[in-house]
């Protein structure tokens, strides 16, 4: 399921039906929260069950598994069998969904429940989508595969397998950009943007700061090139003058 760019863009919070509204939160939601607890539900979010076995330690046995056992295997069951990890989902959930978000050992899953009412119900069979709807909102290309125990087809499995060893390795192979660490593009946005600044930048969404990012850098190009066509002219017409306004969201 893929959001509009409205409803990414917008700071309301987007109704999906038989889940909750999922919510993009503002900087300011962040940095009360705490960046370090953020970046653990970003974890939890992102985690495949490679992830979740490092995590716990036990990477070993999880290279040990044969690949049949390994598709027999569920995230989010692992997740909720553990008390720790099942409040960090649960903490995780509840900062994304606008409603209320409670476990129930009789659903096997979360009830979320809104002005007294049950409006939806998160399980194994759902929490893939939930997740990859919780990135788009928050401007995450999160990468996620279909996990393998919801893969019937060999082929298909044969297919998701290359692709998660070649993210994995491709992952292993790139350093961290400080460039791109939030706290360095909430100042670039702050002090490059006309009406933006430290002290009101902490009313956007995640979203809407990464899409200001975005369209800065994309101006800034943009204006490079009208002045040296504005000096020089654009014999080949190369210039574009509609680049300014084209589409960032693909």
Not at 71 to 84: G, I, K, M, P
Not at 119 to 132: A, E
């Amino acid at each position: 399921m893929k959001l509009s760019y409205f409803e990414l863009l917008s700071p309301d919070p987007v109704s999906i039906p038989d889940i909750g509204s999922i919510q993009s939160p503002k900087l300011r939601d962040i940095s009360l929260l705490g960046y370090p607890v953020y970046q653990s539900y970003l974890a939890v979010l992102l985690m495949d069950l490679k992830e979740y076995f490092t995590m716990a330690g036990c990477s070993e046995q999880y290279e040990s598994l044969s690949e049949e056992e390994k598709t027999q295997l569920d995230l989010f069951e692992l997740l909720t069998a553990n008390a720790q990890t099942l409040a960090l989902l649960q903490d995780m959930l509840n900062f994304f969904i606008r409603e209320d978000v409670l476990y129930s050992p009789k659903h096997n899953g979360f009830i979320v429940q809104g002005n007294g009412k049950t409006t939806g119900i998160i399980t194994k069979s759902n929490y893939s989508q939930l997740c990859g709807l919780i990135c788009q909102r928050i401007c995450i290309h999160s990468g996620q595969m279909e996990e393998p125990s919801n893969i019937k087809s060999k082929k298909a499995l044969e297919i998701m397998k290359k692709l998660q060893k070649g993210r994995t390795e491709k992952a292993k192979q790139t350093a961290p950009d400080k460039n791109m660490e939030l706290g360095n593009i909430i100042s670039a946005v702050a002090n490059r943007s006309h009406s933006l600044h430290i002290m009101n930048i902490w009313d956007l969404t995640i979203f809407q700061l990464w899409d200001c990012f975005s369209r800065l850098s994309n101006n800034s190009i943009y204006d490079i090139q009208s002045m040296s066509v504005a000096a020089w002219g654009d014999k080949d017409n190369h210039f574009d003058p509609t680049a300014w306004f084209q589409t960032i969201n693909r």
